[in-house]
């Protein structure tokens, strides 16, 4: 089936910081990517959704110039999350879709901020 | 709107009997359906989908869920549990009609299968 990556799995980093996480696609164009966050024995949460090429869209109550997304290409999408605080601390995942509609997990990237 | 709720936070069962988790839904359209298991921090796995045909479908693990568009539910089953099974599974839906790819989670229901 089709994989999605997500680099770093993990990524530990102080307040103030900025972090971006990827996530690709390996085996086919993702027209379509989602980037959801996961708090600890939580539901995903969906935080924003971007097409190649196109702003994204993001969900009420998401702060845009907080998630930073851009997806410059079929097979890359990145999450960039802006001076970081103990709050943003969690769990981002992100979906591939491909032209089938079928979509696709990444395997998540914890994010810790100190 | 699309919502997914599963009413129960916690399913307990012993291994070798059978398990159910629960789930409804509710889209202004008709749904795509889908079950996704989570190991400790990991990402979802697909264990199925409903997209349309039989209300009986069969997946990943040995398995199924049904749909059932009068009760408007997609409840997860499989025969016969297994300690391994023990994980956080989540329902999703999809509004096909008008929700683009655009998929929902329920809160997810900690299943835990003892041997």
Redesign the interface.
Same mark, same amino acid.
């Given at each position: 089936?089709a994989v999605v990556s997500?680099h770093p799995s993990w990524v530990i980093c102080k307040s103030g910081t900025s972090v971006k996480i990827e996530c690709r696609s390996l085996d086919f164009q993702a027209t379509?990517m *989602?980037w959801?966050r996961q708090f600890p024995?939580?539901?995903?949460m969906?935080m924003a959704?971007s097409n190649e090429g196109s702003k994204a869209t993001y969900e009420q109550g998401v702060e845009k110039d907080k998630f930073l997304i851009n997806h410059a290409s079929l097979t890359l999408s990145t999450l960039t999350v802006t001076s970081a605080h103990p709050e943003d601390s969690s &769990?981002y995942?992100c979906?591939a $879709?491909d032209r089938d509609?079928e979509?696709? &997990? $990444?395997?998540?990237t914890?994010l810790t901020v100190l | 709107a699309q919502s997914v709720a599963q009413p129960e936070d916690q399913v307990n069962v012993a291994e070798g009997n059978p398990l159910t988790v629960k789930c409804t839904y509710s889209v202004s359209g008709n749904p795509y359906l889908f079950w996704?298991v989570q190991y400790p921090?990991? $990402?979802?796995q697909?264990l199925l989908k409903y997209i349309t045909g039989d209300n009986l479908v069969k997946g990943s693990y040995g398995f199924e869920a049904e749909f059932n568009k009068s009760q408007t539910s997609f409840h997860l089953k499989k025969p016969s549990a297994l300690v391994s099974d023990s994980a956080l599974y &989540?329902c999703a839906v999809r509004d096909r009609d008008t929700g683009? *790819?655009?998929?929902? &989670?329920?809160? $997810?229901t900690r299943l835990f299968v003892k041997a």
């Open positions: 089936g997500q379509t *989602f959801y024995k939580q539901s995903l969906l959704t &769990f995942i979906s $879709g509609n979509q696709f &997990f $990444g395997p998540g914890r | 996704y921090n990991r $990402g979802l697909f &989540f683009g *790819f655009k998929t929902i &989670f329920g809160a $997810g």
